[in-house]
């Protein structure tokens, strides 16, 4: 079984090292031990009135706000007393004010694997905050729940945003605790950071592999296998198709009102078959209860994971939408705003390559395998150093 940054800092009492310290925790409610104790009660146990503050990422603290630009406010976390501190919304990082307060800002939290995933960015932030005003920053670290497989394309600068503010592919290949030291290698190098490592832990791992129970760290990724499929269908939110939310399925269910499903069903077996891609598309009909279409019958399919480790998220995704793109007339590339990006279109931030972004459009012939894979070996030679787990 694989043992978590957090249970590795109880079980070998790192802790003991940081008592007499003020102390912060960036962290929501998937920040749990083995036994589902969270993190915020485990600090209060040993910092006591040392604790100062919990900073909460998107979602909020108990990850009950749904999509994106809902802003968390400040409250109180209601078993400790302990002020919560939002970064999503009135603020995005860490204030002055804040970090007066503290000596060491602890992270502990599950990302997901894919770029466009805001908690990557909040720690991000974070790290440039306590390198300004010289905190200690320390990672808890946890699975990439999808491994080591890197996807790309790569992000551009032109296209940074909250959903990607480096150089990184959509499927980065790496734990929260090693996107941390890639970030401090590239941008933070007066930073003093320490991460505390996971036991029988592998870089190739799935989550699957690591026997835990799965928590979900935003309402939208209930399970662990929407993980999988999420660094492709993610890009749905660029468009009008419907990615699944609001209904039980996000992510893995996608659709819309203007899909002809027996026409698209003949035609997707063909561009996906089981034995390349390891999953099998199954018709279904739905109706979202909020968010796009909500209450409107749409047509769609249901992805079913039956090999997962053969499935290749962003190629799947891509290639269904530019499939349905060029099928129905129907289909748009929304309009901003988009986490809190009102200039470039959703989609732009979230695919964030130009030569991509041509190809989906219409306007240029690629040979997509060289961005999504080829293309990536600068990145793979950097973080070779990076990587913490065999």
């Not at 603290?61 to 970064?87: G, R, Y």
Request: proline content about 6%; aromatic content about 16%; hydrophobic content about 40%.
């Amino acid at each position: 079984m694989t043992y978590y940054g957090l249970e590795i800092f109880i079980k070998e009492r790192l802790f003991k090292k940081y008592l007499g310290k003020r102390i912060a925790l960036l962290c929501n409610q998937a920040s749990v031990d083995f036994n589902f104790k969270p993190s915020f009660l485990w600090f209060k146990e040993f910092f006591g009135s040392k604790f100062r503050l919990i900073f909460s990422p998107q979602h909020g603290l108990f990850a009950e706000k749904q999509a994106n630009m809902v802003n968390s406010n400040d409250e109180v976390e209601p078993f400790t007393n302990t002020p919560v501190i939002s970064l999503y919304g009135p603020r995005f990082s860490p204030e002055k004010e804040h970090l007066d307060e503290v000596d060491i800002v602890f992270v502990d939290l599950q990302d997901v694997g894919c770029r466009v995933y805001t908690y990557v960015w909040t720690l991000y932030l974070t790290m440039e905050k306590c390198e300004k005003f010289g905190k200690k920053l320390i990672v808890l670290d946890r699975p990439n729940p999808i491994g080591r497989t890197i996807e790309g394309p790569l992000l551009e600068s032109k296209f940074f945003s909250f959903v990607g503010m480096e150089e990184l592919p959509l499927r980065h290949g790496l734990t929260i605790g090693e996107l941390a030291l890639l970030f401090k290698k590239r941008r933070f190098p007066n930073l003093e950071i320490e991460v505390v490592k996971m036991e029988g832990y592998k870089g190739n791992m799935f989550f699957k592999d690591t026997k835990r129970t799965w928590v979900f760290p935003s309402p939208n990724i209930p399970f662990w296998e929407i993980t999988v499929v999420y660094p492709g269908q993610v890009l749905l939110e660029g468009t009008n198709l419907s990615e699944g939310r609001g209904t039980t399925l996000p992510f893995l269910i996608f659709g819309a009102p203007f899909i002809k499903i027996k026409e698209s069903f003949k035609i997707l077996n063909s561009l996906f078959p089981f034995q390349t891609t390891g999953i099998i598309l199954r018709p279904v009909i739905f109706e979202p209860t909020f968010n796009k279409w909500e209450k409107i019958r749409c047509y769609g399919f249901q992805i079913h994971l039956v090999e997962p480790v053969k499935f290749q998220p962003v190629k799947f995704s891509l290639t269904l939408i530019k499939f349905l793109k060029d099928t129905y007339q129907e289909f748009q590339f929304i309009e901003p705003p988009y986490e809190f990006e009102k200039r470039l279109k959703p989609i732009e931030i979230l695919l964030g390559n130009s030569a991509v972004l041509k190809w989906l459009k219409g306007e240029s012939e690629i040979d997509l395998d060289f961005y999504l894979y080829y293309n990536l070996k600068e990145y793979k030679e950097e973080i070779k150093d990076i990587y913490m787990y065999a």
